[in-house]
């Protein structure tokens, strides 16, 4: 996974929004974030530098701090509300969405929306921290991976 700067954020690749709202999970950042099929995840919003949203799995997020505010979002917790439904809470915006047997994961239009991100979009896979892969729209992350020609795009 290379890194784009030095003293900067890993990246896994390109992944591109299907016709369809699919996106595609780089092997390595299912296997590093220990991602199964047919596994529900949460979404969350990302930052307003970088847009896009970020995927985890709820025993992941429910032991961070925003584990304190998925505490008053039991539907979402316990996948009670339609998949791809967006619940909003303190500026956040949560939806959960189901990894298939190929890797991959879709968004509903209302999450298209909401994470400003439409098909046939390209964005940077990165590593978010411990809790999350980021799926970069925009910003200075997003900038600087465009220089570089040798990420790989997953679609």
Not at 88 to 97: G, P, S
Request: with cysteine; hydrophobic share 35%; net charge positive.
């Amino acid at each position: 996974m290379p890194q784009l700067v030095k003293g900067g954020k890993y990246v896994f690749g390109w992944s591109r929004i299907s016709p369809n709202g699919k996106i595609k999970i780089p092997d390595e950042a299912s296997t590093e974030y220990k991602l199964k099929t047919n596994y529900n995840l949460i979404l969350l919003n990302g930052s307003k530098k970088s847009g896009g949203f970020s995927i985890s799995k709820p025993e992941i997020l429910k032991s961070s701090s925003i584990g304190l505010l998925l505490e008053n979002l039991p539907e979402l917790i316990k996948f009670e509300i339609p998949e791809g439904q967006i619940i909003e809470y303190r500026n956040r915006k949560f939806c959960w969405t189901k990894i298939n047997e190929k890797g991959y994961f879709a968004l509903s239009s209302e999450a298209l929306k909401i994470y400003d991100v439409k098909i046939n979009d390209k964005l940077v896979v990165g590593r978010g921290s411990y809790l999350a892969i980021a799926f970069i729209a925009k910003g200075p992350i997003f900038k600087e991976a465009k220089k570089h020609p040798e990420l790989i795009l997953f679609e």
